[in-house]
Structures are given as structure tokens and as C-alpha cells.
């Protein structure tokens, strides 16, 4: 079983924190969310608190299949001034292994230097920090092991693409069947 860790910081997205959890652990991915705060708790950037499933502070992270971070202001700010997420995801891409951000959280992808010559996306606005980048403006794209989707209504397909990755395309799409996504996209024909 694929093994993922999402580094979640005061200020992130909901949907784009939670929403990937949820479509990964259906998917039957062994997710766990991971709390930069210094505790468990996490507040989002609508005054949420959640309870993340452990800190940063109590994993190695070495054992993860994917590094994922969400968006959100100022969650993206506060991860990118998070010196152990920065070195996690950079030991990560370096190891060949999936990072994926999604919104304004491939700033951190920018500004640690993974995306030179690559193509990525995030939020309008945010493609300047997108250092080395280019900026395709898609839902969600996939450059090596680089994932990065736009923002909040793509949380779903990108959530989705993550997830045919580990499992395959077949199963991903069962799930969108299952969760009514496949039905959602059809009736906007």
C-alpha cells in the first residue's frame, strides 16, 4: 500500500487539504495528515481547527510514496517558511519520488529549486513564484514526478489523477463513479 504524508500548516485550504485525504484513503492509499504547527491542531483558512494525525516533529518521512502539500493563504506562506517541509520535499523529488502542491503551495516547489524546466500550474496570480517553471494555467499537471494542481475546484480531478498514479487509471475511475464525479462531468455536457 502506497504510503502518503500531506504537511499541513495554519491557514491552508480545506478543500484542498482534506478533499485528496479523503479520495486517497477511499482509494486505498495509507494517508496521514501531518501538522507543522507544533501540535495536532491546525486551524484552515476559513477558521476551521482540525486534528492532523501526527506532527512533523514525530516522523522521518523517509518510508512516503508522495509528499503532498495544499494551498491556502497563508498555509502556503507558512509552509514555505518551514524549513523541515522544504528539506522533506526537496529529499523527496531528489529521491525520484512523487511531491505534489496544489493552488499557491508550488511556491514552495519554486522556491527550493525543483521546478527548473518544468511544466506546473497553481493558482492565477501565484505563477510568479513558479521559479524555473513553465506556467501551463491547466486543472492540474504532471511534469516527472512533479504533481501541481490550480486550485480549489481542481482539488478533485487532480485528487483523481493522484490517485490512478498508485492504483491505475481503472480503479481511479470507479471511485469517480462511486463518488458521483463521473456523473458531475457528464451532466456538464
Do not use: W
Not at 106 to 112: A, N
Amino acid at each position: 500500500m502506497a504510503k502518503v504524508y500531506e504537511f499541513l500548516a495554519n491557514g491552508f485550504e480545506e478543500i484542498e487539504g482534506l478533499a485528496p485525504v479523503d479520495i486517497l484513503r477511499r482509494g486505498g492509499l495509507d494517508v496521514k495528515t501531518v501538522s507543522v504547527t507544533g501540535s495536532l491542531r491546525v486551524q484552515t483558512s476559513h477558521g476551521i481547527t482540525i486534528q492532523a494525525d501526527m506532527t512533523f516533529e514525530g516522523g522521518d518521512f523517509s518510508d512516503a510514496d508522495l509528499l503532498m502539500i495544499p494551498g491556502g493563504m497563508p498555509g502556503s506562506t507558512n509552509l514555505n517558511a518551514h524549513d523541515g517541509v522544504r528539506h522533506a520535499m526537496r529529499r523527496q523529488y531528489e529521491s525520484g519520488k512523487l511531491v505534489a502542491a496544489i493552488c499557491a503551495a508550488p511556491m514552495v516547489f519554486g522556491s527550493i529549486g525543483i521546478l527548473n524546466g518544468k511544466r506546473a500550474t497553481c493558482s492565477p496570480g501565484f505563477q510568479k513564484y513558479l521559479t524555473g517553471a513553465e506556467y501551463t494555467g491547466e486543472l492540474y499537471t504532471v511534469d516527472g514526478n512533479v504533481i501541481t494542481g490550480e486550485g480549489p475546484c481542481a482539488t478533485l480531478p487532480y485528487a483523481y489523477k493522484i490517485l490512478s498514479m498508485f492504483v491505475g487509471e481503472e480503479k481511479a475511475k470507479a471511485l469517480q463513479t462511486k463518488m458521483q464525479y463521473t456523473h458531475l462531468m457528464e451532466s456538464r455536457k
